[in-house]
């Protein structure tokens, strides 16, 4: 079945550091490709999402690009802030069965 | 605001007790589901509902039932609570042309002891 593999965390970077949270994903077929944002004590929220290969979401200053070559998703930002610390889910649209298929969630805390 | 709305936002129930978590939203969504988040943990989907009148076991359905009531709700019952049911509960509902990525609710915090 369709699976997603995210990055393992917890990640702990320095304000303003590059930041890179890699997903890679399995599936039959051309999923639409999401990655969500949870803040600590709140529900998830979607930060992005690409519908195509080569397709580039972005938001808030974070981009991923969906790659259908290396099956990949991976989600980046250039200089990330101690407001970013959160919950980061890759996701894929199961779009026969109508849901989505979660990573396990990457934990990210940005230090100042 | 459009969205999706859940109630109660926090509760504690005795083990055996049952209780109903309500689900509600107003994007005329045809997709919902209910999904558990233990801490440390990711996402575990409970049940899904494809569309009004239809309901579906995800990977973690035992001790839960679940109602479509209408387009709009989707309730999840705990029938006789466990504390392996302590969990945040979260809703979410979709539709093809959001290529079904999910607009999720705020979450349950439901505590059994």
């Known amino acids: 079945g369709d699976s997603v593999t995210q990055m393992e965390g917890p990640v702990t970077l320095s304000e303003e550091a590059f930041l890179t949270i890699n997903c890679t994903y399995t599936a039959t077929g051309y999923p639409s490709l999401f990655w969500y944002v949870q803040y600590p004590g709140e529900g998830l929220q979607l930060l992005l999402k690409a519908t195509k290969a080569d397709d580039k979401g972005s938001n808030k200053g974070f981009e991923a690009t969906y790659r259908k070559e290396t099956t990949s998703f991976h989600l980046e930002k250039g200089s990330v802030q101690v407001s970013d610390s959160a919950v980061y889910f890759c996701?894929?649209?199961?779009?026969?069965?109508?849901?989505?298929?979660f990573g396990q969630g990457t934990r990210l805390t940005i230090n100042p | 605001n459009a969205g999706v709305t859940q109630t109660p936002k926090f509760q504690v129930l005795k083990t055996g007790q049952s209780m109903t978590l309500q689900c509600a939203q107003d994007m005329n969504h045809n997709s919902m589901y209910w999904y558990r988040q233990d801490p440390g943990m990711g996402l575990r989907l409970i049940y899904y509902s494809a569309s009004e009148g239809t309901t579906d076991k995800g990977e973690v359905p035992n001790g839960y039932n679940v109602s479509r009531l209408n387009k709009r709700e989707f309730s999840l019952r705990l029938e006789s609570a466990a504390p392996s049911q302590t969990s945040v509960y979260f809703c979410?509902?979709?539709?093809?042309?959001?290529?079904?990525?999910?607009?999720f609710g705020s979450g349950t915090r439901l505590t059994v002891v």
């Open positions: 996701a894929l649209s199961d779009q026969g069965a109508q849901k989505l298929v």
């Open positions: 979410a509902s979709s539709a093809p042309e959001t290529n079904y990525g999910y607009t």
